[in-house]
């Protein structure tokens, strides 16, 4: 189960990195990353499991956290060129 949630949290990130890199706007990786809150929202993870599966993605390098200055405690995940790799190559969902 855990598997099948990473690798929805890995989806999720790389759509909104997508997105915003899309877009005519040139974002940083801060501008196309999201908070646990708009994860929570766009996975329906419960935060506690959040924040546990995010830190062992992180661990793996597939996702980066960050910082935004204004709001130093508001912790802010983008996906990495690895993660990116691994949800294309469905990672997770082969070791289900």
Do not use: W
Not at 18 to 36: C, F, P, Q, R
Not at 45 to 52: H, M, T, V
Not at 68 to 90: C, H, M, Q, V
Request: hydrophobic letters at 35%.
């Amino acid at each position: 189960m855990s598997n099948l949630k990473k690798h929805k949290i890995l989806g999720v990130l790389f759509n909104f990195y997508e997105n915003k890199t899309l877009e005519a706007m040139n974002y940083t990786d801060l501008g196309k990353s999201m908070s646990l809150e708009q994860l929570h929202k766009e996975t329906k993870i419960n935060i506690s499991d959040l924040k546990s599966f995010c830190k062992s993605l992180e661990t793996s390098y597939l996702i980066k956290s960050i910082y935004f200055t204004n709001e130093p405690s508001t912790l802010r995940y983008y996906i990495t060129d690895s993660g990116t790799a691994s949800l294309k190559d469905k990672y997770f969902l082969n070791l289900l």
